[in-house]
């Protein structure tokens, strides 16, 4: 009897909708949109714009002093130890992976270690400044998650390039052409408000797709099916699941954290979270363009293994500490 009744609410509730005029079913999902995307603008529109100047100021003023100092602890004898200071300058180095490649060639010409660039640009591939307070919007946990996944991340591929190809050349830079470099105004106060100028005009949009897709994830995604698909219920096919929607949907690291705050107060675990921060910068189109110059087929293809494989033990340890 009771199967019957809801059929029967059902049928009304449909008919209610089919009366109900198409203008006031746009008028009304506008509204609900609107209220949505208002309120994650509110939430971290203020990490936007400090990411954009903290960015642009390391990138003017500090830039050259970052990139220097792994020339002048490249004269000491750190042996693997050195790939901690490589793997926190990727991190602290504004600039995206083809500019960070052009640092790293130098780097080698002047003798510096595989596995000390290796350290320096998949940590870079990972972070920098702008997209940690980005990322502060995410809460203290997934914050310093994000932080430390990154470092472990340029700790780890250096090992790897040092115990597998020990004495062989990992990189060759002979074929990248190094951009031209954007931040040559003779003043520096003018260097900095136009480098804020191309951050705003490179992020805005992504910021705002990313807010709108977040608001229409909240809008039409129940939220019991997502955290049954993602949470604690379902970890395992959840961080595969994920590490594998990263690939396409991480175009700019700024325009995702709407999308992840979102997932995780549908119910998204951290693991998985943390799962989807790695693949995305790993395998974003740009970086994967200039990785792949600098290392060849086969070279290339161990890191996407390798960069798929951390993202996935990554996630397993945040959701065995953080259950």
Known sequence: MQHKSDWVVSIINSQRLIDTPIIDVIRREGIYLWYYFSVLFEQIFLYWVLGIFIGSLISVFGKAKIHSFLAVINGKKLGLFGLIPASILGIASPLCMYGTIPIAASFSEKGVRDDWLAALMMSSIMLNPQLIIYSAALGKTMLFIRIVSCFLCGIFAGLLVHFLFKGKPFFNFKEFKE????DTDPNLFLRFFKN????????????????????????????????????????GFGILMAATIGVPLYMCGGGTIPLIIAWLDHGMSMGSATAFMITGPATKITNLGAVKIVLGKKHFMIYLVFAISFALLSAFIVN???H
Request: proline share 4%; aromatic share 18%; charged share 15%.
């Open 179 to 182: 951009p031209a470099n954007r």
């Open 196 to 235: 804020v100028g191309r951050n705003i005009r490179a992020t805005s949009i992504y910021f705002l797709i990313g807010i709108a897709l977040s608001a229409i994830f909240q809008r039409y995604v129940p939220a019991d099916a997502f955290a049954h698909l993602f949470g604690s219920s379902n970890r």
């Open 320 to 322: 065995w500490i953080w």
